[in-house]
């Protein structure tokens, strides 16, 4: 079935288990009829009655799902398929080398093949977990019992110059996204911080670029093609499906597998990029005038330090600024001085016995890159305060010499360098409005007063850190988004002028003695810590984006941090239609398990309708 045809194609499954063609004598009139007619279990029941009253009239009064598959019954499998239903067992590390799998892999080629084998895992109780590129932090993708990867669908199906609607599979890396909608003179509206991600991941988890006027990427997408176990192929649009579209899209995978996306993409354009440093008191003084006046603004705080490196990100109509012409660059030298003088100095400090563990060579100081060097410097002493001070002075003075503008296409502008190895936390909280920030909550032994909830935050946990004396490398980095209208999005919220702040912290693992990772990653728990403790001090607490939250492994912990999540997510509403949508639980995982537990701890595959 081609691309086109499947879309407008409707699909029930016979009592078989083969396709055959819809009955359009009944057609669906509503979610509630869809879900309701498909015959719930008593527990699913029992999970809607407890909805708040607003999701359940959301329920009743969103549009019918238009359900989209093959149209005739499959009598055989082809050998590709054939091929593609045995999967093949691999291991995967994700992109920080802090979580990784060893299970069975499938990699369907076609929209038929990931049909089918969505079919065939769920009549035979075979794992199914949705994996991308496998970028997340926390890998929320992986599962030893299997999973299936959609790298071999990665085609653009449709665009639409004129409204700048594209369609594309989900397999599809953004960079490739990126290059594929150059001839139409399209790119997306906004990037994370990198675009090696798939784009069904990218949608799934809740990514998000930064800009106080534009919503996550989610939030650009306006219809979604879901494989699912139970249902089949569903199709939902922003239009005609509201309520359901905006659970499904930042799914996390539980709900199935997505197979394309339609985006609202962005005519091309550049952007002039603005690096300077200001002061935390030039921040608390300007930071509601940046944040209105720049389209795309983020901050780096630099730890034991008055050093705060603002990057701000405007369109203009100025050409791309040239690119080096392979010559010494004298300015690049200039700039990094400060970190390779450090740098140069502690390997002659070092012991050449511990020189040669760590891998520390002088000769090579020179070649190396700003996150490079920062990666060696914290190799020789990781957890050490003074070191780890040093070296976030040398840091900030690099940043000082680094003042300046250029100017770039927006896919490449919006990107920046994230370093090595690392373990990352990143919360979201709403911050008020453009007109109307939120007032900070008051604490007169701060020295610097800030002008709004998302500054305090920052102010409050440099205060934490710096005055306990914990080693926090650089940097803190701060973003913002609009609100997203996707139910499970950290930044969701009904009204579209809600500005969400997005923090996140980090610690590098540059040495791969398990060991020092160890003792590096439970320090890291303790910063971890000192993040949700200020947070749960703020209007509406902080969440976690979802490709980098951690469960705890105590049980009590878990528990208060499943409470955590359900005072911010309809999970109630989450589980109710991941009961319908895949019964059998073959696209959950633990990761996902635990952030939702169903009712009464029974395990997810126990479920099914009756």
Request: charged share 25%.
């Amino acid at each position: 079935m081609s691309p086109k045809s499947y879309l407008s194609v409707s699909n029930t499954r016979g009592t078989s288990g083969l396709r055959r063609k819809a009955d359009h004598s009944h057609p669906p009139t509503s979610m509630a009829s869809f879900f309701l007619r498909s015959r719930f279990s008593k527990t699913t029941l029992r999970l809607f009655q407890a909805l708040p009253r607003r999701f359940k009239k959301c329920f009743y009064l969103s549009a019918g799902v238009a359900l989209a598959g093959g149209a005739v019954a499959q009598l055989g499998w082809s050998e590709a398929l054939a091929e593609a239903m045995k999967g093949k067992r691999m291991k995967i590390a994700n992109w920080s080398n802090t979580h990784s799998v060893e299970g069975v892999l499938y990699q369907p080629s076609s929209l038929e093949e990931l049909e089918q084998l969505v079919e065939h895992c769920h009549e035979n109780g075979i794992q199914l977990r949705p994996v991308g590129a496998g970028i997340s932090p926390n890998g929320i993708g992986f599962s030893e019992a299997g999973m299936v990867n959609l790298s071999k669908l990665n085609n653009l199906i449709s665009v639409d110059q004129q409204k700048c609607l594209v369609t594309v599979q989900s397999g599809m890396r953004v960079s490739e996204l990126v290059d594929a909608l150059k001839p139409y003179g399209l790119t997306l509206a906004n990037y994370a911080s990198i675009k090696e991600q798939e784009v069904g991941g990218l949608i799934q988890a809740g990514a998000h670029g930064t800009g106080a006027r534009i919503p996550p990427l989610d939030d650009t997408v306006t219809a979604m093609t879901i494989v699912t176990p139970a249902k089949g192929t569903l199709k939902v649009t922003k239009s005609h499906t509201p309520w359901v579209f905006n659970l499904l899209k930042v799914g996390l995978g539980s709900f199935g597998v997505v197979a394309d996306v339609t985006i609202q993409c962005v005519p091309m354009h550049n952007l002039e990029e603005h690096t300077f440093t200001a002061t935390r008191k030039e921040i608390a003084e300007n930071h509601s005038n940046w944040l209105k006046n720049n389209k795309h603004i983020r901050y780096m705080w630099i730890p034991y330090t008055d050093t705060v490196v603002v990057v701000t990100n405007n369109p203009t109509k100025k050409a791309k600024t040239p690119e080096s012409d392979g010559e010494v660059d004298e300015e690049e030298i200039a700039r990094m001085k400060p970190l390779r003088s450090l740098l140069k100095e502690c390997i002659k400090q070092t012991s050449e016995e511990r020189r040669e563990s760590l891998g520390l060579d002088a000769d090579l100081v020179e070649s190396l890159n700003f996150a490079e060097c920062r990666d060696w410097l914290l190799k020789v002493k990781s957890l050490d305060t003074k070191h780890v001070q040093s070296i976030n002075r040398a840091e900030a003075a690099f940043w000082r010499n680094s003042e300046g503008k250029v100017v770039g296409d927006s896919s490449e502008m919006l990107q920046f360098e994230c370093g090595g190895e690392q373990l990352v936390l990143e919360v979201a909280f709403p911050t008020g409005t453009l007109d109307n920030l939120e007032k900070p909550i008051p604490n007169p032994d701060r020295k610097i007063q800030p002008p709004s909830t998302d500054i305090g935050f920052v102010l409050d946990l440099l205060d934490d850190i710096e005055s306990k004396g914990f080693p926090a490398p650089a940097p803190i980095e701060q973003r913002w988004t609009q609100a997203s209208h996707s139910l499970m999005s950290p930044a969701f919220s009904n009204s579209k002028n809600d500005v969400f702040s997005w923090v996140g912290i980090v610690m590098y693992l540059p040495i791969r003695d398990p060991k020092v990772r160890k003792d590096i990653t439970d320090a890291f728990g303790v910063y971890s810590k000192s993040v949700r403790r200020i947070g749960a001090k703020m209007p509406a607490d902080i969440y976690p984006h979802w490709g980098k939250i951690e469960m705890p492994e105590n049980e009590k912990e878990k528990k208060m941090d499943q409470e955590w999540l359900k005072r911010r997510y309809p999970v109630d509403l989450f589980n109710m239609v991941r009961l319908s949508l895949d019964p059998k639980g073959i696209c959950a995982n633990k990761a996902v398990n635990e952030a939702f537990p169903l009712p009464n701890s029974r395990a997810y595959g126990q479920f099914s309708p009756e």
